[in-house]
T-cell receptor, first 113, second 114 residues
Framework: AQSVTQPDIHITVSEGASLELRCNYSYGATPYLFWYVQSPGQGLQLLLKYFSGDTLVQGIKGFEAEFKRSQSSFNLRKPSVHWSDAAEYFC???????????FGKGTLLTVNP | EAQVTQNPRYLITVTGKKLTVTCSQNMNHEYMSWYRQDPGLGLRQIYY???????DKGDVPEGYKVSRKEKRNFPLILESPSPNQTSLYFC?????????????FGEGSRLTVL
């Protein structure tokens, strides 16, 4: 069965600083990988996804993520954080016989002015 | 507008009083799923449905029932709610049954069981 680990429960950055959110997965083959964002009181919105091909994927809102097979990682990055990026971020892996999406426990991002 | 609609958005109920959380999607998606979100635990799948009349258990199905009589609707039923089912619930849908499709989420239903 697949699993996802997000090592950082809470990260605080200053507005304008760069951001990297970590995600490690466990699966026997190359899975489908996703990053979702959840703003307060809202559902989850897809930021980006990786299926195959180029290991650096671009998403919405200026986010990008890099798939590293050797490290089983799919870290999310943004060069310059905006106050509106404050939210909870979830990494997810899609795999398995029932095509289930398994989520990490999330990383809460706080942005200081 | 493409969307997944859940109702109610907020509900406070008492132990043992049956309730249903409705979920409807207007995107003609085959796959639908229910998740619950709890602090520190992320999202955990309760039930999913690959198509009409096809449902299966997720990771935490105990205490829940679902049905999929129509493609657009996937209600979550709590026959006898208990306080440990206090949670934030999300319905989601996607096109096809492969794991690569984007999952579209509803805005969530916050349930409190006293």
């Amino acid at each position: 069965a697949q699993s996802v680990t997000q090592p950082d429960i809470h990260i605080t950055v200053s507005e304008g600083a760069s951001l990297e959110l970590r995600c490690n997965y466990s699966y026997g083959a190359t899975p489908y990988l996703f990053w979702y964002v959840q703003s307060p009181g809202q559902g989850l919105q897809l930021l980006l996804k990786y299926f195959s091909g180029d290991t650096l994927v671009q998403g919405i809102k200026g986010f990008e993520a890099e798939f590293k097979r050797s490290q089983s990682s799919f870290n999310l990055r943004k060069p310059s954080v905006h106050w509106s990026d404050a939210a909870e971020y979830f990494c997810a892996v899609g795999a398995g016989s029932n095509y289930k999406l398994t989520f990490g426990k999330g990383t809460l991002l706080t942005v200081n002015p | 507008e493409a969307q997944v609609t859940q109702n109610p958005r907020y509900l406070i109920t008492v132990t043992g009083k049956k309730l249903t959380v409705t979920c409807s999607q207007n995107m003609n998606h085959e796959y639908m799923s229910w998740y619950r979100q709890d602090p520190g635990l992320g999202l955990r799948q309760i039930y999913y449905s690959m198509n009409v009349e096809v449902t299966d258990k997720g990771d935490v199905p105990e205490g829940y029932k679902v049905s999929r009589k129509e493609k657009r609707n996937f209600p979550l039923i709590l026959e006898s709610p208990s306080p440990n089912q206090t949670s934030l619930y999300f319905c989601a849908s996607r096109a096809g049954t492969g794991s690569g499709g984007e999952l579209f989420f509803g805005e969530g239903s916050r349930l409190t069981v006293l």
